[in-house]
């Protein structure tokens, strides 16, 4: 089992940077791959950054590349999203999620999932 939970969202200018913070409980956290979703009103869930157990491999969605930059902290339990270059277009809801398997894309879903943190692009 996994407990996930999301800090650092909050309002910010288009173009600022924000870096989102999910801390992660129990003891098997370094063997679990970790990832970021959003979803903003209206519209589905969809996948925005991943990460490797061993933080060896990323994946991110084509709307947030070289944008987004994904990290983890092992010992700290602790995996990060740095935003930067942000657009009113990435306002949404974002959630940490975790699974035994490395996931790359909008599917399959990841087994575990925080509460999520909202972040709001102003124009």
């Known amino acids: 089992q996994v407990q996930l939970v999301e800090s650092g969202g909050g309002l910010v200018q288009a173009g600022g940077s924000l870096r989102l913070s999910c801390a992660a409980s129990g003891r098997t956290f370094s063997s679990y791959a970790m990832g970021w979703f959003r979803q903003a009103p209206g519209k589905e869930r969809e996948f925005v950054a991943a990460i490797s157990w061993s933080g060896g491999n990323t994946y991110y969605a084509d709307s947030v590349k070289g944008r987004f930059t994904i990290s983890r902290d092992n010992a700290k339990n602790t995996v990060y999203l740095q935003m930067n270059s942000l657009k009113p277009e990435d306002t949404a809801v974002y959630y940490c999620?975790?699974?035994?398997?490395?996931?790359?894309?909008?599917?399959?879903?990841?087994?575990?999932w925080g509460q999520g943190t909202q972040v709001t692009v102003s124009s």
């Open positions: 999620a975790a699974d035994p398997v490395t996931f790359s894309g909008d599917w399959p879903l990841p087994d575990y």
